[in-house]
């Protein structure tokens, strides 16, 4: 049976391919879409996505808590958890309302190409929480 930490790395893997998958394929894809049909279709990939990406991070998050509250956590559980919070911060403050912006109408290739720059933090921590699980 796996342990905890096996799931975890395992949970980060899957965001950080997602996550890779989303900066170098599906972000940049929207400055090629024309904007009469990127309004529907990114509608349909926001909603799609989230089914995937939503169960990831609430696993990630709940596990990065637990390892933090156990009673063998290290400096190491506390500095995934506060990158994790990080990324969330990132996630809903920044990116989500660029997404409902897009939602909005608003099809203007600086708002697109905002929501490819803003990703890098995110791609870059997830990255980070994904290696610091293997040498944890």
Known sequence: MPN?????TVIDF????????????IYPSFLRVEASQLAGWHQTYT????FVI??????????????VLSEATSWLDGLVLTLVLICWG????????LHRRI???????S??????????????????????????
């Open 103 to 109: 939602d909005a109408g608003d099809l203007d290739p």
């Open 90 to 97: 990132l996630t809903f403050f920044v990116s989500v309302p």
């Open 47 to 50: 909603f799609r996505v989230s």
């Open 4 to 8: 905890l930490s096996d799931i975890q």
């Open 54 to 67: 939503m169960p990831l991070l609430l696993t990630q998050l709940a596990l990065a808590v637990a390892a």
């Open 111 to 136: 708002t697109r190409q905002a929501l490819i720059r803003t990703n890098w933090p995110r791609t870059i921590l997830w990255t980070a929480i994904f290696c610091l699980g293997l040498v944890g």
């Open 14 to 25: 899957g965001i950080v391919v997602l996550l890779w998958l989303v900066q170098i394929v």
